[in-house]
């Protein structure tokens, strides 16, 4: 009845401490022929030691054997389709990696004088170039390490903004379909936030947002096209109105995937915003790695851009650091370099048709999981999808098995769930996309797999609720696992 074929391993693989056996090892190297250094005169004693207590011992194939064992408990892009919406966690282009591991990008300093590295300060200015121009924005600081990091960034430029204007102002409103960050950002930056509500089309109230908007607003915060994966329409209308009071309009770009080649946030009146260049221009990501939160903005905000900045001065680049207005620096150096070689090859790869040709394949997936889901679960709201589609359990939920258990039984169908609960607005939510990299046959799998599911809540729920039945653990604590994490290994009590 299972159709996906890539069951999972459930070896009962022991822990590499448990392997261990004394005076195994896992290397061979020639005798010492230079006097030995006597550590503990350099190091002092205390920090110096002649034996780890209970470190694994273990051969080169026990230690290959167990991480590679180790690694086929986990789920991974190149194993399939990764459905959690808001992430766009699409496939990463192997010539990514090839262009990251060149010897002159990996091993660069950022200590090296700027003399010996113009080549990086070239891919740093052609990435900011090219964000522009996908974004319709006047100028781009690469610093900030993720979407968060951006939009406090892109919040201390807009109070940066207000304040030379007289007055910080006090408040950000923020659409109640937000993803979490968006307020916790405006609290950071130091403003109160008011919630904008939802019209039953998923989109903003306008007659609400104008009733809310005043002197005292700094911005909206808001995400195009937004968490229930509506494009807002009503947006350049939204920024008329923000702008009557001089107030910003921040766009949280994480869902950019469904806009580049196609719209412009420059051209339908966003101030700031920023770009995760590990969802829209791939590169891995999930589990705390590297990213990068690009922020775009238009003219009025580029005095206050992170320093250094970018600069052309003769046939060289330069950092320029003497910005008298700039907020500062947001992080070490320029940025984490290796996700923005990343993102350059992928957008110079693909080219501009190539980008548009991803977006409208990325809608186009999107939309046929809708149209093929919706007969089996509740679809909300009935706006036009974009990039990605929200259903709620209500159906499901009626035999007791709720959106949490659907994703738990997906894993069993080899599948990595989808976003659980998110956003808050939609009961029960169900966030699923699929990205442009899927083919129909792994989405047919997918779909399939939902169906199949669906008649399962319906026959034999328990089937549903004690999912997942195909891993070496089923369920955890969720609550526990997260606020009491045990990450550490500690020898058994000798005794
Ligand atoms: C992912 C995401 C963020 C946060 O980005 P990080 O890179 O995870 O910090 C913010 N808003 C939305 C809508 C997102 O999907």
């Known amino acids: 009845m299972i159709k996906k074929a890539t069951p999972h391993l459930t070896q009962n693989e022991p822990l590499v401490f448990e392997r261990s056996s004394p005076g195994k090892n896992g290397y061979q190297l020639p005798a010492l ?67 990251a591991r060149i010897d002159g990008l990996t091993w660069i300093h ?59 102002r006090k408040r950000i409103l923020i659409p109640d379909s937000a993803h979490g960050t968006n307020p916790a950002t405006a609290r950071m930056a130091g403003y109160e936030v008011a919630n904008v509500p939802s019209n039953d089309r998923g989109m903003i109230d306008l007659a609400a947002l104008e009733k809310l908007c005043d002197e005292d607003t700094a911005a909206l915060m808001v995400t195009n096209p937004n968490t229930l994966g509506v494009f807002e329409q009503d947006i350049t209308r939204i920024a008329e109105i923000l702008h009557a009071k001089g107030a910003m309009v921040y766009m949280d770009g994480a869902n950019m995937n469904a806009l580049v080649g196609i719209a412009r946030p420059g051209d339908f009146g966003v101030d700031v915003m920023h770009l995760n260049l590990h969802k829209t221009f791939s590169t891995p990501h999930g589990g705390g790695g590297p990213g990068s939160g690009a922020v775009a903005v238009k003219s009025h905000l580029v005095p206050f851009l992170p320093s250094p900045r970018l ?14 207005q700039s907020i500062g620096k947001v992080r070490a150096f320029y940025g984490n370099f290796g996700v923005l070689v990343r993102a350059l090859a992928y957008i110079l790869a693909h080219g501009g048709p190539g980008l548009r040709n991803a977006t409208l394949d990325a809608l186009l997936n999107a939309n046929y999981i809708r149209a093929k889901l919706e007969p089996y679960y509740e679809h909300p709201h009935k706006a036009p999808t974009m990039h990605e589609c929200v259903f ?63 008649e399962e809540a319906e026959r034999e729920p328990d089937t549903v609720l004690h999912a997942p039945h195909s891993t070496r653990t089923s369920r955890v604590d969720e609550v526990t696992a997260a606020r009491k994490p045990i990450v550490r290994w500690k020898p058994p009590q000798k005794v």
Not at 70 to 78: P, R
Not at 411 to 440: C, N, Q, R, W
Request: hydrophobic residues 40%.
């Open 311 to 324: 600069e052309r001065s003769g046939n060289a680049w330069r950092w320029n650091y003497d910005l008298p």
């Open 110 to 168: 950022p200590y090296q004088p700027d003399a010996l590295s113009q080549g990086a300060m070239e891919i740093i200015a052609a990435l900011e170039a090219a964000l522009i121009e996908i974004t319709g924005m006047d100028a781009v600081t690469l610093q900030p390490a993720a979407g968060a990091h951006g939009e406090f960034t892109g919040i201390l430029l807009v109070r940066a903004l207000h304040e030379s204007r007289g007055n910080a």
């Open 392 to 454: 709620s359990d209500a159906l499901q939920a009626k035999h007791g098995v709720r959106t949490g258990d659907i994703a738990k039984r997906l894993i069993d169908y080899g599948f990595h769930p989808y976003t659980v609960s998110f956003p808050l607005i939609v009961h029960g939510a169900m966030m699923i996309e699929p990205t442009e990299t899927e083919g129909k046959i792994e989405l047919d799998l997918f779909i399939d797999a939902m169906i199949s599911i669906a």
């Open 33 to 99: 022929d230079v006097p030995p250094v006597d550590a503990a005169a350099v190091l002092g004693a205390d920090n110096t030691r002649t034996e780890i207590e209970d470190f694994p011992e273990v051969s080169e194939v026990d230690a290959i054997r167990h991480f590679t064992r180790l690694s086929t408990y986990n789920y991974a892009i190149d194993l399939g389709l990764y459905p959690l919406g808001s992430c766009t966690m699409k496939y990463n282009p192997r010539v990514n990696e090839a262009v």
